[in-house]
């Protein structure tokens, strides 16, 4: 009795203790079903650029980027997409360019591998290369991962490894064929330093800037496999020569890559236009795909196409005359044989051509635009690494019920 006295005086006299909280109750995930593939769903907000398929207009940041092709050159678009402004002036151009000349020259430790790599490499090319030697490249300049670097050193990594990868895809390509690698040179352009490293020789002022126009014109396209494969990557807090590594493998796939030179291929299979209108609909009766018409996302003209059919126009020569002519027939042949498809030629069809008329090999046109795209995949991984939220999405199961017992080993 004394006790219950006692605690009965203590509680009259003392503040109650208060009780515990209640635990937060687990938030469970809710899943949503979207369609196969992602298509169409919104992942993330981004201020880099967007894909207007209906309209047949894309843009980088506030820009056309068709727009920037035509009236500025590599390195103001690569200002852009990495800092989110062009350069105002010739001093903040100077400036750019101050930062990333230095950055292209190929590290010492790195040269001794280029011939092993490239001779492991050729069945699949330069890109496989390159995949493989920015690891390599990214541990020689300590890069850290995205999560242990700050903005200012994320964006320096994001700088080397771009103005290095057409330096290394370049040594590769020459490398592999029993030739020296170019050095580059400080006094060429992007654009024109990469012809340069790639045949040995300093380029026509057209031909550099039609390369340059059509690298422009492939930075970046939404979020496209590879740029989504790049920031995945880049949610885990990786270094960036990981992410990019990552979006080259998404590359390196067939359905993912772009064909231009299967498109010129076809150019040659057909060879003169009075070949054109029968070469046609015996492969589009037959089921068969044509290369470099038809688009995922574009529902009319795809605005890159548009463009570099000018620029091919502005070279010349046989194999621009017979692009456009073939063009012509094989979109009225599609229209016929397939009405309300809505397939149009694509940006593969006259990049082939404008590369070949500069002299850059048909097995460097996927690399070529590689080089480019890397720019486009840095802009993103560094948007995507100020999100903290790791991308991890859920799969529903369709496998055999669970559980069930495991067999004994017969």
């Not at 063009?327 to 940006?347: C, H, I, M, Y």
Request: net charge neutral.
């Amino acid at each position: 009795m004394s006790t219950s006295s006692d605690a009965t005086s203590s509680a009259a006299t003392s503040p109650a203790t208060p009780a515990p909280a209640p635990a937060p109750a687990r938030r469970e995930i809710t899943t949503v079903d979207v369609p196969r593939g992602l298509s169409g769903v919104v992942v993330t907000e981004t201020r880099i650029g967007d894909v207007r398929g209906r309209e047949g207009f894309y843009h980088y940041r506030q820009y056309s980027a068709i727009e920037l092709a035509e009236r500025r050159g590599f390195e103001d678009v690569w200002r852009l997409m990495l800092d989110g402004a062009l350069p105002a002036d010739a001093a903040e151009r100077a400036a750019f360019g101050a930062e990333t000349v230095p950055l292209r020259r190929l590290p010492d430790a790195l040269r001794p591998l280029l011939a092993p790599v490239a001779r492991d490499t050729a069945a699949d090319g330069p890109l496989a290369g390159l995949r493989a030697l920015l690891p390599v490249a990214a541990a020689l300049r300590g890069i850290r991962p995205l999560y242990d670097t700050d903005p200012a050193g994320r964006r320096a990594d994001a700088l080397y490894v771009s103005a290095l990868a057409p330096t290394l895809i370049a040594a590769l390509y020459r490398v592999g064929r029993g030739l020296d690698p170019v050095d580059p040179r400080d006094d060429l352009g992007y654009a024109a330093n990469y012809l340069h490293m790639l045949t040995g020789r300093e380029p026509a002022p057209e031909h550099a800037r039609a390369i340059e126009q059509y690298l422009i014109s492939t930075i970046d396209h939404g979020f496209n496999a590879s740029t989504f494969t790049a920031r995945v990557i880049a949610s885990t807090g990786a270094d960036l020569a990981a992410c990019v590594s990552g979006a080259l493998g998404a590359l390196s796939g067939p359905l993912h890559g772009g064909a231009p030179s299967r498109a010129l291929d076809t150019l040659d299979a057909i060879g003169t236009p009075e070949r054109a209108e029968p070469w046609i609909r015996e492969r589009v009766l037959r089921g068969e795909r044509i290369m470099g018409f038809g688009h995922p996302v574009y529902r009319t003209e795809d605005p890159r196409s548009r463009m570099l059919r000018g620029v091919a126009e502005r070279l010349g020569g046989g194999c621009a005359d017979l692009a456009v002519q073939v063009e012509r027939q094989v979109l009225d042949t599609l229209a016929e044989l397939k009405p309300g498809r809505e397939l149009f030629t694509n940006v593969e069809y006259y990049a082939g051509v404008v590369m070949d008329q500069c002299g850059v090999p048909r097995k460097m046109f996927t690399p070529t635009f590689g080089a480019a795209r890397i720019v486009g995949w840095c802009a993103n991984i560094l948007e995507q690494a100020g999100d903290s939220k790791i991308i991890r999405p859920a799969a529903r199961y369709a496998g055999p019920t669970p559980p069930q017992a495991v067999p004994a080993l017969g």
